[in-house]
Every structure is written in structure tokens, then in C-alpha cells.
């Protein structure tokens, strides 16, 4: 059984992770902002919203949980865009996602603890963020495009965002 010091040295360890992560991703938005311009506002709206219903239907994995299909917006996004947009996107369609869960039921933003929250909105900032990054950098740098996109800096943005 976890005594009360394991459990507070728990927390304690949570809350610093959970810090550190939040103020990386407070960084790296003020190096966005700073850097690039939300170009198409329509744009930024219409790939929030369908990024949110995606994040809403999960699709279950037996035994281990669910996944979402937003990731392919927001990749969509990375190549559409600039990395603001991609980080905006991606944070919004978090916050508004509303997904079932078992036992709960909807789960929206007010009625899930706001550590949750912030973890999430914080990683999809750092990956979309970093990744949109290293596709604006690679394809300014590499001179291969295909109909619409660098497929070099594709692939390049696609390995950073899973690592």
C-alpha cells in the first residue's frame, strides 16, 4: 500500500513535470508569435472545429484505450500553414474536444481536471509546434516540391512530431 509520503513525493514529482512541460510549451508560442502570423483566420477556424469533433470520436483500442484521427488535420495543417497556426489549431481542437468515456460520459473541458488539460493542450503544442517548425525550416532549405508540398520536410516534420 502507497503511504502518505510516497503519494506526496508523487504529486510533487507530477505537478514539476507538469510545469516544466507547460512552460516549454509557453516558450516555444512566444517564439511563434514572435516569428510567424496567422495568415488565414478562416482557415484557422475551420481546421480548429473539424480538429475538435475529431478529437471528440475516438476510435477504441481493445485493452488499452482510444485514439483519435486528428493527427491527420493537423498534419494537413503543417503543410497548409505556418507552425502558429499548426500550435493554435492543435491547442483549440483540445480544449474543445468532447469524447465519451465509460462510467462518465461526455468529458469536456469544464468537467475534466484542469491538470489533464493542460498536460494535453501542452504536449500537442510541443509536438505540432516543433514539428511545424523543422517543415517551415526544411522547406525553405531543400528545394523539392511536388504539387503542394516537400516531401523531404514532410517526412522530417512527421519523424520530429513522433519522436
Not at 80 to 89: A, E, G, K, Q, R
Not at 126 to 148: E, H
Request: some cysteine; hydrophobic content about 55%; aromatic content about 16%.
Amino acid at each position: 500500500m502507497i503511504n502518505d509520503k510516497q503519494k506526496k513525493e508523487t504529486t510533487i514529482k507530477l505537478y514539476t513535470y507538469l510545469f516544466f512541460l507547460s512552460l516549454t510549451a509557453i516558450f516555444i508560442m512566444i517564439y511563434l508569435f514572435n516569428n510567424y502570423t496567422i495568415s488565414d483566420y478562416i482557415l484557422l477556424i475551420v481546421f480548429s472545429i473539424l480538429t475538435a469533433i475529431a478529437e471528440t470520436f475516438w476510435i477504441l483500442l481493445p485493452k488499452i484505450g482510444a485514439v483519435s484521427v486528428s493527427f491527420a488535420l493537423t498534419f494537413s495543417a503543417i503543410l497548409l500553414t505556418n507552425p502558429l497556426t499548426v500550435s493554435l489549431i492543435s491547442a483549440i481542437g483540445m480544449m474543445l474536444r468532447c469524447p465519451y468515456m465509460d462510467g462518465k460520459g461526455r468529458v469536456h473541458i469544464f468537467n475534466n481536471p484542469i491538470y489533464k488539460t493542460v498536460f494535453n493542450v501542452s504536449q500537442y503544442i510541443i509536438s505540432f509546434g516543433v514539428a511545424g517548425i523543422v517543415y517551415s525550416v526544411i522547406d525553405k532549405s531543400v528545394n523539392f516540391t511536388l504539387i503542394f508540398f516537400n516531401p523531404i520536410a514532410g517526412a522530417a516534420a512527421l519523424f520530429v512530431y513522433i519522436l
